[in-house]
């Protein structure tokens, strides 16, 4: 964690803006059941700072059970930068696992544009989103770029944790990606040019789960293109989101994340994983170990001396225990404190501790049957 904070702050924030972007940009966006969002992400792109002979919108609608796809047409018909596709019209397939890869990579087959940018339905985007993604691309020549996410709208004390979860996850993308681990990425803020996404021959060989349309297509073209992926760091290429409401949904979202991990390819990802897993476990197995030897020793009280014996692994444990919790509670803390900046969500560290002590329940029970248990997605049961 002190190396991503390190390599966090090393990345320069840039705010710069090119007004002579020459890239055709083909932004793609599949949607699945997004009637109450759609509209909003559709007119966010219309209304950026970007010339409209520049780019365009790439709607698939993955088997929508509401007015997505009607929506999205309405739209459509009034602007011609976007247009609207039914998956179900695009492919023969009649066995799918991973929707939204086949809607992306049916989308990029579709696309005009050199520069690929996805982003999800349920997303806002800024005004010079499109700019600062261009910019950088124009300027670094890259192949790949990771750009930021961040939940908004978070009320209750269980969405600011999962917003501050989420701005350390991006932090930790930016680091990673940095180190040259490419491990990390977000769908909802991905560019890459069409071109490296074929030569790679896109989702081939990592299809077989539903989720890893980022992380795993990161990886990918990392592969061939090791010094050609970048991180943005730039406030205006903030893609905004909004976290889930209840728990069931953010153990779904989290089971979902979970489950491409066994897909990874390089070690370094399984290893840094399963440290944390590991870590965080050990915090419960010796908290439970003390409080049950303590209850133990008060339910059958023994001899002076042989109660001082059994004390002394119980006291070892403690020490550890207490260790194991400010070690992570202080690392955590400024990390994440330095991410929150970022963000511009200083408001967030109000509910470290909360937030900490979810974070320390949840990692690992997700860990662990997060490639056990099916979940759901889009009304879809999935495993």
């Known amino acids: 964690m002190l190396i991503y904070k390190s390599r966090w702050n090393k990345i320069i924030e840039t705010s710069e803006l090119s007004d002579s972007i020459q890239t055709f940009v083909s932004v793609i966006i599949p949607a699945r059941n997004e009637a109450k969002n759609i509209a909003n992400i559709l007119n966010d792109i219309l209304q ?60 990029v087959n579709l696309a005009k544009g050199s520069l690929i940018i996805t982003t999800d339905a349920d997303c806002r985007v800024q005004k010079n989103w499109l700019k600062s993604i261009a910019t950088l691309y124009e300027t670094e020549n890259c192949k790949l770029i990771a750009a930021p996410v961040c939940f908004q709208n978070d009320i209750s004390k269980f969405e600011k944790f999962q917003t501050l979860d989420f701005c350390g996850m991006q932090a930790i993308t930016a680091a990673s990606l940095n180190l040259g681990i490419f491990n990390m990425a977000n769908g909802a803020n991905l560019a890459y040019e069409k071109k490296a996404f074929q030569e790679v021959n896109g989702y081939q060989n990592i299809d077989e789960k539903a989720s890893g349309d980022d992380m795993l297509l990161v990886y990918k073209i990392a592969q061939q293109f090791p010094d050609k992926i970048k991180f943005l760091k730039d406030k205006d290429a903030v893609v905004f989101t909004e976290p889930t409401k209840s728990l069931n949904d953010f153990l779904q979202q989290r089971f979902r994340w979970t489950s491409k991990s066994t897909s990874y390819q390089d070690k370094r990802i399984t290893l840094i994983l399963g440290l944390v897993y590991l870590f965080v476990l050990s915090i419960w197995i010796n908290a439970f170990y ?36 400010i070690s992570k509670s202080l690392v955590d803390y400024f990390f994440l404190r330095s991410a929150s900046i970022f963000f511009n969500r200083n408001d967030l560290m109000k509910s470290f501790f909360t937030s900490e002590l979810l974070h320390i329940w949840y990692i690992p029970f997700v860990g662990t049957f997060g490639n056990i248990l099916q979940y759901k997605w889009k009304g879809r049961k999935l495993k």
């Open 48 to 107: 950026q700072n970007y010339r409209n002979d520049l780019f365009e919108v790439i709607v698939i609608d993955d088997n929508s059970e509401d007015e997505t796809y009607n929506i999205s047409l309405k739209i459509a018909i009034q602007n011609s930068q976007i247009k609207i596709y039914k998956l179900n019209e695009l492919l023969q397939e009649t066995s799918i696992i991973a929707y939204k890869k086949r809607a992306i990579e049916a989308a």
């Open 290 to 325: 003390f409080i049950g030897k303590s209850i133990y020793s008060i339910a059958f009280p023994t001899r002076t001396l042989e109660a001082l014996i059994d004390f002394l692994p119980v006291f070892m444990v403690a020490i550890m225990l207490i260790f194991q919790l």
